[in-house]
């Protein structure tokens, strides 16, 4: 999909974060996948809780630095 979607994203400058993305997802796996994965090892939703605010907050930073 992304050799199909390549050409466009190029023409518009987003081939590099849109592979690393891609990538990236591929090997950590989607939010669902490492929710579960950090039920999984205590069965606390406690945990999930957790992983979803450090992702998050981990997210809005990356974000902030992008636009300075």
């Known amino acids: 999909m ?4 390549r050409p466009t994203l ?3 400058d987003e081939w590099k974060e ?3 993305l ?3 997802t591929l090997a950590r796996g ?3 996948k490492r ?3 950090a039920y999984h090892q205590n069965q606390r939703y406690e945990d999930v ?3 979803i605010v450090a992702e998050t ?3 809005l930073g990356a974000s902030n630095k992008a636009k300075n």
Request: charged fraction near 25%.
């Open 22 to 24: 891609v990538h990236e």
């Open 35 to 37: 929710q579960r994965e």
């Open 30 to 32: 989607n939010g669902a």
């Open 57 to 59: 907050a981990q997210g």
């Open 2 to 5: 992304l050799s199909y979607l």
């Open 10 to 12: 190029e023409e518009h």
């Open 18 to 20: 849109i592979s690393a």
């Open 49 to 51: 809780v957790d992983l």
